[in-house]
């Protein structure tokens, strides 16, 4: 199976700044690749799929990259409720795997 | 609007069975891939197993190979889990999710019942 890894585990930034999260994949992916936020007692949400492109309702300052085995997701300028777990998943090959996560937190 | 909503979550003794359920509405059930994703206490996401539309292919995570079994029934617009020999390591929360069509990304989530294997 693709072992996908995120870093960092948490990574602390102050509201207002940009965060740049990472998500390697073990093996190619393409470019099938989503990104989740999950707040505390909450499903997951999607954010991105096809590595770069926002779901419905996500705001402008949520961007991804990345294609084969190195993505990223950048969070333009860090609002209150961004603070939040995020999860990459690869959608190309069975089993489908999560990365373990990134904590954003509250600098 | 989609809706899903999972039931069937509780305490159970190890070695014991259990059965998920998750009630699809909003869209057009039959026409998508489901899944289901469980979160241990703490912990980070796990897929568990997927199924096709019209049911005709189902995959599943080696963890849970040969005692766990996704099914559906369109007609009732509900996904299924089948867990049997659950053991503690199966403690969790237990979502369903829909596919953006069949092998695609996870495009919206129920908000899970919980699943306690516990003596």
């Known amino acids: 199976e693709i072992v996908m890894t995120q870093s960092p585990a948490t990574l602390s930034v102050s509201p207002g700044e940009r965060a740049t999260l990472s998500c390697r994949a073990s093996?190619?992916?393409?470019?099938?690749l989503g990104w989740y936020q999950q707040k505390p007692g909450q499903a997951p949400r999607l954010l991105i799929y096809?590595?770069?492109t926002r779901a419905i309702g996500i705001p402008a300052r949520f961007s991804g990259s990345g294609s084969g085995t190195d993505f990223t997701l950048t969070i333009s300028s860090l609002q209150s409720e961004d603070f939040a777990v995020y999860y990459c998943?690869?959608?190309?090959?069975?089993?489908?795997?999560f990365g373990q996560g990134t904590r954003l937190e509250i600098k | 609007q989609v809706q899903l909503v999972e039931s069937g979550g509780g305490v159970v003794q190890p070695g014991r069975s259990l059965r998920l359920s998750c009630a699809a509405s909003?869209?057009?059930?039959?026409?998508?891939?489901m899944h289901w994703v469980r979160q241990a206490p703490g912990k980070g996401l796990e897929w568990v197993a997927g199924?096709?539309?019209?049911?005709?292919?189902?995959y599943y995570a080696d963890f849970v190979k040969g005692r766990f079994t996704i099914s559906r029934d369109n007609s009732k617009n509900t996904l299924y889990l089948q867990m049997n020999s659950l053991r503690s390591e199966d403690t969790a929360v237990y979502f369903c999710?829909?596919?953006?069509?069949?092998?695609?990304?996870?495009?919206?989530w129920g908000p899970g019942t919980l699943v306690t294997v516990s003596s």
């Open positions: 093996q190619s992916v393409n470019s099938n």
């Open positions: 199924m096709s539309y019209d049911g005709s292919n189902e």
């Open positions: 999710a829909k596919d953006h069509t069949w092998g695609h990304y996870l495009e919206y």
């Open positions: 998943q690869q959608y190309n090959n069975w089993p489908y795997t």
């Open positions: 909003g869209f057009s059930f039959s026409s998508y891939g």
């Open positions: 096809a590595a770069s």
